[in-house]
């Protein structure tokens, strides 16, 4: 009964952790690049909620904000950017083009940064508010939480 408790109260720690450390890439392509530098700043203040630590370099990130419109040109790119960042990983797809392909209904645009890689919370708008940015950022930080915890040494395959 111990060793479920002591492993319970890990996984609660682990999740609160991890929730509360965020450091995000943003991967920005398109016009919601002012709508995140918004959320950002001092008003709205992205920090506040434990992802003010933006990293420019995918293998120091855990958060992948895609923001914007993703060309079929981008999209290898895109999956290349994903596979170099850190387990674990989420995605946030920011904006109506990164959700669905906005109004750009053609074959040069994605439609939906989720044929190329998976995403856990999606903001919808054009471009979304900065509040909206915040609450999806809740949201993510409530699946975290949730989310069993990894926290055993994997050995590497050689």
Not at 30 to 58: K, L, N, Q, V
Not at 119 to 135: A, T
Request: aromatic share 12%.
């Amino acid at each position: 009964m111990q060793g479920n408790f002591i492993t319970t109260r890990l996984n609660a720690m682990l999740g609160w952790g991890r929730k509360y450390s965020l450091f995000h890439y943003p991967y920005v392509t398109a016009c919601c690049g002012m709508e995140y530098m918004s959320a950002a700043c001092a008003h709205f203040d992205i920090d506040r909620f434990g992802a003010g630590w933006t990293r420019f370099s995918p293998r120091q990130s855990d958060l992948l904000l895609v923001i914007g419109t993703i060309s079929q040109k981008q999209a290898p790119v895109l999956r290349t950017v994903y596979d170099q960042m850190t387990e674990p990983k989420w995605v946030i797809a920011f904006g109506a083009c990164a959700v669905s392909g906005g109004i750009y209904d053609n074959y040069a645009v994605v439609q939906g940064v989720d044929q190329v890689i998976p995403v856990d919370i999606f903001i919808p708008g054009c471009p979304p508010r900065p509040e909206m940015v915040l609450d999806g950022l809740l949201k993510l930080q409530d699946k975290i939480q949730k989310t069993k915890q990894d926290w055993r040494w994997k050995k590497q395959q050689s």
